[in-house]
């Protein structure tokens, strides 16, 4: 059967995500396409991709399976709906309110590893309507192998969040440290920061570059993790992709730190942990590897791949047991709201098409 797949974005950011799927679903002979449903990432799709330009298009290539790079998802496309996750469990949110929210749009959830798996298995058991499957996620497979890096001067990696209540860059004494840091010349720093960060305090970074410190504004960060020693944050995602290494991170107030992270407060500290990290630890290496085995413990660069199988299994087998999704109708509203347009039919339990 040609299995006809569509990748649905809404961000910049979705596009290394779906990358790697798309490249497994086209090895495959299969077919897929491309949906953004905000009007300023649809332009921004290269000119290799399969783009589908308006809502009308994507009903009308009718899906087999749409894999969902976003939190919400237009009901009325017709094809199983599975949620991929546009990044790692941050801690940002609440239980309810962040990575676990049930928010009914999706048939199956594609989960990175066991401290995800194991939630969602329990939302499935109280809710019915969905199933969960581990798989790894499809964004860090070309993180590996695993590379040693070969630069002589220590790279550090700045990465941040958009959100100012968490954010590095709404700190102006943290910058000037950064700053400091580039300046003495025995570290190189490169920046890269979540493309929802307001332009503000990115050209601030911009303006800050010099011959140790430079910015890249880029989606595609898997080159630039290979190439960092360590990396220094604060609560964003990219932290647990960029920790999948076995490479250390400090982080500066962070939400929720653990064992694995070498969290501080105060930024005369940030010298310090920055030095403290490139050694390398063993009692952070080993609270690192125990982070690894239960949020992503997958090695092989294989998870676009588990992801595939496991969507077609899906969509190929008896889904009965499944209850219809809630009806969501404040949601879905939403959704027609936002895309400018008002179908009254809705896709609460899918068939095969």
């Given at each position: ?5 569509l990748?649905y ?34 332009e ?17 290539y009718?899906p ?8 919400s ?8 709906k599975?949620?991929?996750?546009h990044?790692f469990?941050?801690n ?21 590893g ?10 499935q ?7 969960v ?8 497979d ?8 070969s ?8 990465s ?16 000037r ?8 010349g ?22 800050m570059?010099n011959e ?18 360590i990396?220094f ?11 999948l290494?076995?490479?250390p ?16 407060t105060?930024v005369?500290?940030?010298?310090h ?19 690894i085995?239960?949020t992503?413990p ?21 889904r ?11 949601r879905?509203l ?20």
């Amino acid at each position: 059967m040609n299995y006809r797949f569509l990748i649905y974005i809404s961000y910049t950011y979705a596009f290394p995500i779906g990358e790697p799927l798309e490249k497994e679903i086209k090895k495959r002979g299969y077919e897929v396409k491309w949906f953004a449903d905000e009007p300023e990432t649809q332009e921004k799709f290269s000119s290799d991709k399969a783009v589908l330009k308006d809502i009308q298009e994507a009903i009308a290539y009718n899906p087999h399976i749409i894999l969902s790079i976003t939190d919400s998802i237009a009901d009325f496309i017709p094809g199983i709906k599975v949620q991929i996750f546009h990044g790692f469990l941050a801690n940002k949110h609440s239980f309810k309110k962040g990575h676990f929210r049930i928010r009914g749009f999706f048939d199956l959830y594609c989960t990175q590893g066991p401290s995800t798996t194991k939630p969602f298995k329990k939302l499935q058991k109280k809710h019915k309507h969905f199933e969960v499957i581990e798989t790894g996620w499809s964004k860090v497979d070309p993180l590996f192998p695993i590379e040693k890096n070969s630069t002589q001067k220590p790279v550090i990696l700045i990465s941040s969040t958009f959100s100012p209540k968490y954010s590095l860059t709404y700190l102006e004494e943290v910058i000037r440290e950064i700053k400091r840091l580039s300046k003495i010349g025995k570290w190189e720093f490169k920046v890269v920061l979540h493309p929802k960060l307001a332009q503000d305090k990115i050209e601030i970074f911009k303006a800050m570059q010099n011959e140790n410190l430079t910015y890249y504004d880029t989606t595609d960060i898997i080159p630039l993790f290979k190439q960092a020693d360590i990396m220094f944050s604060d609560t964003t995602s990219a932290i647990t992709e960029f920790i999948l290494q076995k490479k250390p991170v400090v982080t500066f107030k962070n939400n929720k730190p653990g064992e694995h992270l070498i969290d501080i407060t105060e930024v005369n500290e940030i010298e310090h942990a920055l030095s403290k990290a490139l050694a390398r630890p063993q009692s952070i290496m080993e609270a690192i590897q125990n982070y690894i085995d239960v949020t992503h413990p997958y090695y092989d660069g294989n998870s676009s791949q588990r992801v595939i199988n496991s969507c077609i299994d899906f969509f190929n087998s008896d889904r009965s047991y499944l209850k219809k999704k809630p009806l969501n109708l404040i949601r879905k509203l939403k959704v027609r709201k936002k895309l400018g347009f008002y179908p009254l039919r809705s896709y609460s339990k899918t068939s095969k098409n």
